[in-house]
């Protein structure tokens, strides 16, 4: 399957949902679990919990699962830095350290729809991103 292809994210899903529902089978879902594609966000109640996910999954796939956790009670989650507090959780506006804020050219090979998708993203900014204005604002 190329990189980039539609057909890409269908099959990535299907996938994870297939090894999701083995895996859930076996052991209970945690108490706060998303996924985008491949990306998990999960709340565990310990360390211990986390590694039997993770094996768990492993056992269900043929994929390698790695695990980042939190620090300070914040943790990236795709572009969004998610803290926790004692109300629940706050999100910002998550920049990678490699990030250097570039975009493709726009006479690349790319498909049409992925340069309107970038454009749009740089139109509409980081609000969909962020619980905060101020973040938004701060952090263009």
């Keep these: 399957m190329a990189m980039?292809?539609?057909l890409g994210v269908l099959?990535?899903?299907?996938?994870m949902s297939i090894v999701e529902e083995r895996v859930f089978s076996k052991?209970?879902?945690p108490p706060q679990y998303y996924r985008y594609t491949d990306d998990t966000f999960v709340r565990v109640n310990s360390e211990e919990d986390l590694e039997k996910l993770r094996t768990t999954?492993?056992?269900c796939a043929i994929l390698h699962f790695t695990c980042e956790r939190s620090v300070d009670g914040a943790l990236p989650f795709l572009d969004v830095q998610v803290q926790q507090t004692p109300m629940g959780y706050t999100t910002t506006v998550y920049k990678k350290p490699t990030?250097?804020?570039l975009c493709p050219n726009g006479s690349?090979?790319?498909?049409d729809r992925y340069k309107k998708s970038v454009v749009e993203a740089f139109r509409l900014?980081?609000?969909?991103?962020?619980a905060s204005?101020?973040?938004i604002v701060t952090n263009p």
Excluded: H, K, M, Q
């Design 57 to 59: 999954f492993e056992e």
């Design 125 to 130: 900014g980081p609000e969909g991103l962020s």
């Design 99 to 101: 990030n250097l804020g």
């Design 4 to 6: 980039g292809s539609p």
């Design 108 to 111: 690349n090979e790319c498909p």
């Design 133 to 135: 204005r101020t973040d």
């Design 27 to 29: 052991i209970p879902c």
């Design 11 to 15: 099959f990535a899903n299907f996938y």
